[in-house]
């Protein structure tokens, strides 16, 4: 039997070739991007494995007390970084904190962090439970301490 399709009946799929060479030089271009992106993807993975950003490295816990002086955590803190690797730090206050002393020593941290490209975690009281500062003052560290941020901001 016989199809009642003529050849004159069909129709041509086929794109003209001007737009055909077009389409296909866009696909290899579009193929070519997404492995040159795919490679560069890879090469930051291996780079970031090798020598991981701060966000990605350990917290070292810093306990901060009446002892440590600026010059002391200028000595530290590089250290921290480049020997044994850290990217942050828990500062716990193990001295009483709320004066001006104590504050100008957490501000000085906070800038010797940045400046460092680390960043920092308040533990704000001796006890762990980070509720309230000092176990039960009502005061926010805020309150405290200049405005300024050492988080990481590409999280």
């Known amino acids: 039997m016989k199809s009642g399709i003529q050849p004159s009946q069909i129709v041509s799929c086929e794109a003209p070739a001007p737009y055909a060479r077009h389409m296909v030089l866009t696909l290899k271009l579009a193929t ?15 780079r970031d494995f090798a020598q991981p950003p701060p966000k990605y490295r350990p917290t070292s816990l810093y306990w901060l007390n009446n002892n440590i002086e600026n010059p002391v955590i200028d000595l530290q803190l590089p250290r921290f970084r480049e020997k044994d690797g850290y990217g942050s730090v828990a ?46 003052s009502a005061l926010s560290i805020q309150s405290l301490v200049p405005a ?8």
């Open 91 to 136: 500062i716990l206050p193990v001295a009483e904190w709320s004066g001006t002393e104590f504050i100008g020593k957490y501000g000085h941290l906070l800038d010797k962090l940045d400046e460092l490209g680390m960043w920092a975690i308040f533990c704000n009281d001796k006890s762990f439970h980070s509720g309230t500062i000092d176990g039960g």
């Open 32 to 46: 070519l991007a997404l492995v040159m992106a795919a490679q560069s993807l890879v090469a930051d993975i291996i």
């Open 148 to 155: 300024r941020s050492t988080r990481p901001n590409r999280m």
